[in-house]
């Protein structure tokens, strides 16, 4: 039934029971009686589940509504350039695509100088940078189980230096001294960047989605170099990765060929409040070997995904990142609260056109650069899996 028929209906059902009620009062008497109280209390039901009925369908209109009303952040979906936006983030990708497209500087563009040479560089627009980085979530497994943050210059991490300390006070006592101990983490902002090279024909064909063509290769150039710095850099001119942090009580080492064993020592290496919502980031390598790889009692230790939900191992999500080869005395797979691990994102991305350099090809190119880093804040809560190096 559709809303106004459900309206109609309740309608229907209130009338019956003022109905019931009228006869009541007609009769001078004080209250229903039984077949009538049953009857009032069927009516009532009834009447109450048509109400919770309507109000899901008006609340569903809402948000249908809302869907059909622009965006103030999304720059993605239709349109022959590219999405909804409100006036400002439209025009401010308006702005984007004439320089994209001409090399021409928009009057409004926010335009700075790279490495002291002549051409600029266009500020990609903040919704338009939004949509890169929401679609690099959706292509970079590690970002979604990480803590990611957005900073507009040096961020520092304060960490404690131990557990705050509670104990049982009696009257006028003397409360316990905490560890005042604190160390911090830093997390800086190193270049990540590449040129994306689009033809002079494809530039100059205005049904050519240039807006949507230009994130789809930013996103994919990102996600491959980031991930992998994000899992093992060395802290130097790319962000420290989770395996560089880890300490080695908590590292198992194992050859080519898994075993149960090991498995059941990465997921039992954590702490017990780490493994209860714990999350596993894996290798191609590690999950064909335990793909059927089974406990002590029968049962598959993974579980694929369905329905929208992850699939597990032991019972926690995991995701497979091709940005973990898992090679000689590479990592393997991780395991605990991934979400210690902090990205920042630094600011503003930025796009420079380069008209001369692919010029003999044919092409132009856009050289794009983003700038981020990434640490472990707490090294005790993940646990990694290593191949043996070679």
Do not use: C
């Not at 009228?22 to 004080?30: F, K, L, N, P, Y």
């Not at 909804?84 to 563009?109: C, F, H, I, M, Q």
């Not at 290798?283 to 329905?307: L, V």
């Amino acid at each position: 039934m559709n809303l106004a028929q459900l309206r109609a209906l309740r309608n229907k059902k209130n009338d019956e029971m003022k109905k019931i009620l009228d006869g009541v009062s007609q009769r001078g008497e004080s209250g229903l009686s039984g077949d009538e109280a049953t009857k009032y209390d069927e009516l009532e039901k009834e009447f109450d589940d048509l109400t919770r009925q309507i109000d899901r369908l008006v609340k569903q209109e809402e948000r249908e509504s809302q869907l059909d009303t622009p965006s103030s952040t999304a720059v993605r979906g239709g349109g022959a350039e590219d999405p909804k936006a409100d006036t400002e983030s439209r025009d401010a990708l308006d702005g984007l695509l004439v320089y994209a497209r001409t090399g021409n500087l928009p009057a409004n563009a926010r335009a700075i100088t790279v490495g002291g040479g002549k051409g600029g560089a266009y500020i990609i627009p903040e919704a338009y940078a939004s949509s890169i980085l929401s679609d690099l979530e959706s292509e970079s497994p590690f970002r979604k189980f990480a803590t990611v943050i957005k900073t507009n210059g040096t961020y520092n991490m304060p960490i404690g230096g131990s557990t705050p300390v509670f104990e049982w006070i009696g009257e006028g006592g003397t409360y316990p001294k905490p560890d005042t101990s604190f160390t911090n983490k830093t997390i800086d902002a190193h270049k990540a960047g590449g040129i994306i090279l689009v033809s002079e024909e494809l530039l100059d064909d205005e049904s050519f989605n240039l807006a949507t063509h230009l994130r789809t290769q930013i996103v994919e150039g990102l996600a491959i170099i980031e991930s992998g710095a994000f899992y093992t850099g060395d802290g130097t001119g790319k962000p420290k990765g989770m395996s560089t942090d880890i300490t080695l009580t908590e590292t198992v080492t194992v050859l080519d060929t898994i075993t149960l064993t090991d498995v059941e020592d990465t997921f039992l290496a954590v702490p017990a409040k780490a493994r209860k919502n714990g999350k596993w980031a894996i290798s191609d390598k590690f999950y064909k070997a335990i793909f059927r790889m089974k406990d002590s009692t029968g049962n598959y230790i993974m579980r694929e995904g369905s329905d929208g939900n992850p699939g597990t191992i032991f019972g926690r999500p995991f995701e497979i990142d091709d940005a973990l080869e898992g090679g000689a005395g590479e990592p393997l797979a991780f395991f605990g609260k991934l979400e210690d691990y902090v990205i920042g994102d630094r600011g503003e991305m930025a796009i420079q056109r380069l008209d001369q350099t692919y010029a003999e090809e044919g092409y132009v190119g856009f050289k794009v650069y983003k700038r981020t880093d990434g640490k472990l804040s707490r090294t005790k809560y993940v646990a990694q899996l290593k191949n043996a190096a070679a």
